[in-house]
């Protein structure tokens, strides 16, 4: 895919192209019918609408109609599939439908791509015209930020007066441009106001929805909200609304025969989830057989199931469900009322629950060295702490304190985790008398860890574990989860530095990840060695050779004492490997854990909230990271 913007043409220009095109290709625009606009196929380009008024139904009929043959059989076994696309031009399409088009594109293309609108797909060049400025007082296509779409089409076209800029995003659209568009310098004057113009209106309008990435939790902490319920009242479960969108893609197949019995299709037509009949199953049960359950799906695929697939919202806020629906139903309410409540709960916890800690009982205690010690606590409630690796804990000791713990075990780990303490202060030597039976207080998680987001770049990487120290502890939470899958990185290492054999963490757990073998190697280094070490001595930096690593396909993570991190990575940008490709988690001094105290804030930035686990890239010119 290229972008190019150094195209521009009259109007005029445009239309005597799609003249000229109209030779080799079938052109679909917006045109009016029986005093209606809609989108249909025009054998005279001055019958094109070039004034937008919203569509019944959207450009997706062109590629996934409403009916189409999938096969054809007779009845002697002979079956033949049925894939015969045109060559089209679909113009005039505007950017909120093009997104729609890019999310069908990503559901036809996944696993086994659909070869009836993949065929009809390539077959065809899109040209949109972008909007200036929203359509229709149904429209909320600024809420889910559907206006500025990057791909989906192949020209867009931006109205500059006379004249169209073209935005080129397909080598198909450069030759279309170029095969009919008389082009001429673009006047980058009039489109960075056009963009300007643009962008402003639709702030005016009220911009995205403030919490739009975070709705798939959302709705899942308001699965049984009364708004479902009120709803469903009002709903005839007509399925109007999903005949109408421009992204509902489900569908029933059925066969029909010839007159003759001897021939017969089979074909494919739109369905709808609002349909009582569509999760019918044999026997004649039906899994979603009330109204609400059916509702509630409907707006879960726009906003949550198939949001967190496409990794954006489902729903392009066309408003074409809201001006179909009889009962006046609109996503719009729905999402904005379950984002209400969300944030009443979220500052309801925030006021009462802040700095109120919860009951812990220790279940394990065990002495690694002469300073330090394993603990494994259990949630008295039964909670599971529920963190990501790399997160920490406040933990407190009534009478005594709050300290901050990173947490050692990895996620999953029931209503128990695990933590290493050493003895530094008041808080942590008082615990170092505690044992099993007695009772802690923990605040948390708190902190970004190795997120989701962190561990998916991570895979079919070699891993570069650089630990230090107790360094080990806070990064094992991430060793012990990438150990579970090692067939989803190209290596693992696993380097490990210690002052004297005595202060290793993990011993045993160590010889168990040394004994592993394929792509998982461990090398372990002391400054200082006795009669019985017999692996490296000397300091950690001496093993990142051995580690035998490729910089281009590598990312490093790195924890340990203050000292080690510029010597780690200095070596490792002398092997190559970019900042970009470092982890650090950093260790500050944190009191209340949530960004209030102070203690632990870097320039403009608190560790507790945007750490303790950063990209070194991104705090390398802070002169007070490391």
């Known amino acids: 895919m290229t972008t190019v913007l150094n195209k521009q043409s009259t109007k005029d220009g445009v239309f005597d192209g799609l003249e000229r095109a109209l030779g080799d290709y079938k052109i679909a625009a917006l045109t009016k019918k029986e005093g209606k606009v809609l989108f249909d196929y025009v054998k005279n380009v001055r019958d094109i609408e070039q004034e937008y008024t919203p569509t019944v139904l959207s450009p997706k009929k062109f590629f996934f109609p409403q009916e189409e043959v999938i096969l054809e059989y007779t009845f002697d076994g002979k079956v033949t599939a049925k894939t015969n696309p045109e060559k089209i031009v679909l113009f005039g399409v505007r950017p909120c439908d093009i997104t729609g088009m890019k999310i069908l594109d990503e559901a036809f293309s996944e696993s086994h791509g659909d070869p009836n609108y993949l065929s009809k797909r390539e077959n065809s060049v899109i040209i949109g015209i972008d909007c200036k400025s929203v359509c229709d007082e149904d429209a909320f296509c600024y809420r889910v930020n559907s206006q500025n779409p990057e791909s989906g089409f192949d020209i867009m076209l931006h109205d500059i007066g006379n004249d169209y800029s073209m935005t080129i995003v397909s080598d198909k659209g450069k030759d279309f441009a170029e095969s009919y568009f008389d082009s001429s310098l673009l006047d980058y004057a009039a489109l960075a106001k056009f963009n300007i113009d643009k962008k402003e209106a639709f702030a005016k309008a009220g911009g995205p929805w403030e919490d739009l990435d975070n709705l798939p939790e959302i709705f899942e902490e308001n699965t049984n909200h009364k708004i479902w319920e009120t709803e469903a009242e009002r709903c005839l479960s ?339 490997l970019t900042t970009d490709n470092m982890y650090v988690s950093l260790e500050r001094r944190m009191k209340c854990g949530v960004g209030k105290c102070g203690h632990c804030q870097i320039d403009d930035i608190y560790v507790c909230q945007s750490g303790p686990v950063y990209r070194f890239s991104d705090i390398e010119d802070k002169e007070e990271a490391l």
């Open 238 to 576: 007509c399925g109007s609304c999903i005949m109408v969108c421009p992204t509902c893609y489900c569908f029933d197949v059925v066969d029909e025969l010839a007159l003759s019995m001897k021939v017969g299709d089979r074909l494919r037509r739109w369905d709808a989830c609002m349909l009582r009949s569509f999760a019918e199953v044999a026997g004649g049960e039906n899994f979603r057989e009330e109204v609400e359950n059916r509702v509630k799906h409907r707006i879960n695929r726009k906003f949550n199931f198939l949001m967190k697939k496409h990794n954006q919202s489902v729903c392009i806020g066309c408003g074409r469900c809201v001006r179909a629906c009889l009962a006046d139903i609109s996503p719009v309410t729905i999402v904005e009322e379950l984002t209400k409540t969300s944030r009443a709960l979220k500052l309801e916890e925030r006021n009462d629950n802040l700095y109120l800690p919860e009951k812990v009982t220790i279940t394990k205690v065990e002495e690694f060295t002469e300073n330090e010690k394993f603990f494994e606590v259990e949630f008295d409630n039964g909670r599971s702490l529920g963190h990501d690796p790399g997160q920490f804990v406040q933990l407190s000791i009534l009478g005594i304190g709050e300290a901050a713990i990173s947490v050692s075990s990895p996620p999953s780990f029931g209503n128990r985790f695990e933590m290493v303490v050493r003895t530094v202060g008041d808080v942590t030597s008082k615990l170092h008398t505690l044992g099993t039976g007695d009772h802690l207080f923990i605040r948390g998680p708190f902190g970004h860890g190795f997120d989701e987001k962190i561990q998916k770049e991570m895979e079919g990487k070699h891993i570069l574990y650089i630990a230090g120290g107790i360094g080990y502890v806070p990064l094992r939470s991430l060793i012990n989860l990438t150990l579970k899958h090692p067939e989803k990185y190209k290596k693992i290492s696993i380097l490990y530095g210690c002052r004297t054999p005595e202060d290793q963490m993990y011993k045993e757990e160590l010889q168990y990840i040394s004994s592993l073998g394929g792509n998982i190697e461990l090398l372990e280094t002391v400054d200082v060695g006795n009669n019985k070490w017999l692996k490296n001595t000397g300091v950690i930096t001496d093993l990142i050779p051995m580690a035998k690593f490729d910089h281009l396909n590598t990312v490093a993570i790195i924890c340990g004492p203050p000292v080690m991190y510029k010597f780690v990575i200095q070596t490792l940008k002398r092997h190559k």
